[in-house]
């Protein structure tokens, strides 16, 4: 319970500062990529980038859960809203058609900001 209470309490001051406002607002990328090839780290990793320097104040959070097998996957979670930004489940062989380039994900991602 005193762990909960802290992590309210520093939640609390954030918003009282102005701080992630993003988080407020809902808007996030999902980014879910296979962890058992390199390729997939290096790739998740150019995009997270790529995704931050477009927008800093994004939060961008690599495998929340266990990710599946082969697969790379950018999702933008606005709310209850969920858009796919990028699927290479069906991609390939061979296998670089399975990761985008960052700059693709970025216009992906400004374009579905703007349909909103």
């Known amino acids: ?8 309490t520093s939640t609390e001051e954030k918003k009282a500062r102005g701080e992630n406002a993003h988080e407020e607002a809902g808007l996030k990328v999902l980014i879910e ?11 998740g990793k150019e995009v997270k980038s790529a995704l931050l320097a477009a927008r800093p104040e994004l939060t961008v959070v690599c495998n929340p859960e266990k990710p599946r097998r082969n697969s ?5 979670l606005d709310g209850a809203k969920e858009t ?25 991602f400004k374009d579905a900001l703007k349909t909103e």
């Open 72 to 76: 790379f996957e950018i999702t933008l």
């Open 33 to 43: 990529h296979c962890t058992e090839l390199m390729d997939m780290l290096l790739f």
């Open 84 to 108: 796919s930004l990028w699927t290479g489940i069906k991609k390939g062989p061979p296998r670089k058609l399975k990761f985008p380039q960052p700059d693709d994900v970025v216009a992906a």
């Open 1 to 8: 319970m005193a762990t909960n209470a802290s992590y309210k």
